[in-house]
């Protein structure tokens, strides 16, 4: 199990185009990758999961992935994050 | 069909978007699906959360098909819908329920529900896009029921669309070239529709609830300037609308270069904008300037103010569009709908009336003095005029300062934004400490009727029309006039072209609007005199209500 605790960079946080986005990288990866903010985890492959979170810009989440090759997709899914994509 | 014996055909009123008439056939959007009642399933629960994924599947298909088909950004959203139809914590909820007996359409529709209102309680842009979660949930149930995928009726030929409103999703997906006009039952002048007709200028009736009676095949006229929609109308109705709209296009397409009244008395026509991009499209669009220049978009999202290096670059890049124009640039107006994390008070239990605006920036007066800086900076690189003014200036004693400070800094010219009754009705004082005055009509509205300009229920009192706004307008247009100083109008008034000659009639020396409304605002300014424009806003200022002054003005108009 591979984790990192990072902050949200997209301006307007994890909210549809980003999270739709974010939920396309995870699904493609195959892996099983649990996403965390304070209290609450959820699937990473629900954009319903995600969305529901209701991250915003400079939020801390945690990514857990488990599976082949977790190291590699926590590397590019944290480094989706740490990205502004409504730029 | 009509006998042919009426002058005029069987009218239904609602409230138009635009000025245009179009007749054309009607095609009704599909009944929506209702909601599945909650009995118990009469087949093995194995069974029903089959059919609940092969419909959320194929659901998933048709939306993504649907996608391919419009391209760009509406195949974005389309896939976002279909992820949401294929989510498996979706999955996990509908299994639970078929396993406890639900029906699949029942198990749909609730699951969805949950996650529509949890999106709902977290308010804001996802609480608008909770209807999403439903248009989903409806498509999977009208696949379940054998029936016709609600949406956009297909046709081949151009008609008039008849709905009770639009979702973003059918929206995303018009055709838009299929489309004479659109009618609607629910939904008002802030609707998702009237929004649509607006930016894309198609000929809207909105609110019509009678228009419940239309049917497939009905030919109608959808007259948008009086808001009515005429049923069977009679051949002579038709080419005269067809005649006038046509001269109005003509009209439009010849209108060119600088904003003048019929007697040559100018009336320069700015943009409104807020990015770079706009600022292009602006100067496409024939802008002969810019009258409000948003500079809060830059800022959004940031914990702390850009630095005067990072936000003189921008200004540059917006400046250099516009050489030996104005740019009046709108010093950060934050507060209210519009929060940063560095200047907003968090907390106030009533932001609209708080600690925003001017009195946001000179609470923290450094932020202000290092845009101030920037803003001088970029206009000593570029051949823009730049001029700068503050937002939510409530006293004289609040534009001296903020005058002052731009002085100090090497900003030549620097005036006030009145969307505050009082900076209105104090005009003539606070005309001594500002170098110009720019009315934001949409903020003056909501607060001389203390309406919020955000909320459904109370967006019938956001009407500039009203003469409680017009008779203010017409108060700050006397001060100019008094104290020689520039009074412009950067609120979305500014792009209705009636209301624009009524506001010149005030006094209003120029206007700013979105780029897309700069047409037809300058074809119908070149109709009226300024004599004229004047009789107009006596009318307009004298009428009882919103509509009278409308109605008035709109009457002494065509029939000069």
Not at chain 2, 67 to 86: F, H, N, R, S, Y
Not at chain 2, 119 to 128: F, I, K, P, S
Not at chain 2, 160 to 165: I, N, Q, S
Not at chain 2, 325 to 345: E, I, W, Y
Request: proline share 4%.
């Amino acid at each position: 199990m591979a984790e990192r605790t990072l902050a949200v960079a997209s301006a307007h946080g994890l909210h549809a185009r980003p999270a739709a986005l974010f939920v396309k990288a995870v699904t493609d990866s195959g892996l099983s990758v649990e996403l965390q903010k304070g209290e609450r985890k959820i699937n990473a492959a629900s954009i319903l999961g995600v969305v529901s979170l209701g991250i915003e810009h400079g939020d801390e989440v945690t990514l857990r992935v488990d599976g082949e090759g977790a190291d590699a997709v926590l590397e590019s899914l944290a480094g989706f994050l740490e990205q502004d994509h409504d730029a | 069909m009509s006998s042919g014996l009426e002058t005029r055909g069987d009218i239904i009123r609602g409230v138009g978007i635009g000025r245009a008439t179009t007749v054309g056939p009607v095609l009704r959007m599909p009944e929506p699906v209702a909601d599945p009642a909650d009995v118990p399933s009469t087949r093995a629960a194995g069974e029903e959360f089959a059919r609940a994924t092969a419909s959320l599947a194929a659901t998933a298909a048709q939306l993504r098909e649907r996608g391919e088909q419009a391209g760009g950004t509406a195949a974005e959203v389309l896939d976002a819908l279909a992820m949401m139809a294929e989510d498996p914590a979706l999955a996990a909820d509908v299994q639970h329920r078929t396993d406890d007996g639900a029906t699949a359409e029942f198990a749909i529709h609730a699951a969805m529900a949950t996650f529509r209102d949890m999106l709902v309680g977290m308010g804001g842009y996802l609480g608008e896009r909770a209807g999403d979660l439903d248009d989903v949930a409806r498509r999977a149930i009208a696949h379940l029921q054998g029936r016709p995928a609600p949406g956009i009726p297909q046709s081949a030929t151009p008609f008039v669309l008849v709905a009770r409103d639009l979702a973003p999703a059918d929206t995303a997906t018009l055709d838009l070239d299929l489309v004479l006009a659109l009618v609607t039952t629910d939904g008002g002048p802030t609707s998702h529709t009237a929004i649509l007709a607006r930016e894309k200028g198609i000929t809207a009736v909105v609110g019509a609830a009678e228009a419940e009676r239309l049917r497939d095949g009905d030919l109608v006229l959808v007259d948008a300037e009086n808001g009515e929609i005429e049923l069977d109308p009679p051949q002579e109705r038709i080419d005269l609308a067809l005649q006038r709209t046509a001269t109005l296009e003509a009209i439009r397409a010849q209108s060119s270069g600088p904003g003048r009244l019929a007697d040559g008395h100018a009336v320069p026509l700015l943009a409104n904008i807020g990015s770079v991009d706009s600022a292009r499209e602006a100067v496409a669009r024939g802008a002969e300037g810019v009258g409000l220049f948003r500079t809060e978009v830059l800022f959004l999202g940031a914990e702390t103010a850009p630095s005067v290096d990072n936000q003189a670059a921008t200004y540059r890049e917006v400046f250099a569009q516009f050489p030996g124009q104005k740019v009046v640039v709108r010093v950060l107006d934050a507060g209210a709908d519009k929060p940063l994390a560095f200047l907003t008070d968090a907390g106030e239990e009533n932001p609209a009336l708080g600690r925003r605006g001017l009195r946001a920036l000179a609470a923290h007066e450094t932020v202000l003095r290092d845009q101030l800086t920037a803003l001088a900076h970029a206009a000593a690189d570029t051949d823009a005029l730049v001029q700068v003014m503050a937002p939510m200036v409530s006293t004289a004693a609040e534009a001296q300062y903020f005058r002052d400070l731009a002085h100090e800094l090497g900003i030549a010219v620097a005036g006030v934004m009145v969307e505050v009754p009082s900076c209105a009705i104090m005009a003539d004082h606070v005309a001594r400490h500002a170098d110009f005055m720019s009315i934001g009509t949409n903020d003056l509205t909501q607060y001389v009727f203390a309406a919020d300009r955000l909320l459904g229920t109370v967006a019938a009192f956001q009407n500039p029309w009203h003469p409680a706004v017009l008779r203010l307008i017409e108060q700050v247009g006397a001060a100019g006039r008094e104290h020689d100083v520039p009074v412009g109008i950067c609120g979305e008034a500014a792009a209705d072209p009636l209301l624009a000659v009524v506001l010149v009639g005030l006094g209003a020396t120029s206007l700013s609007m979105s780029s897309s409304a700069i047409a037809d605002v300058r074809a119908e300014l070149a109709l009226h005199s300024l004599d004229d424009a004047r009789r107009l806003a006596a009318l307009a200022v004298s009428a009882e209500s919103a509509e009278a002054a409308r109605r008035a003005v709109l009457d002494a108009s065509t029939h000069p």
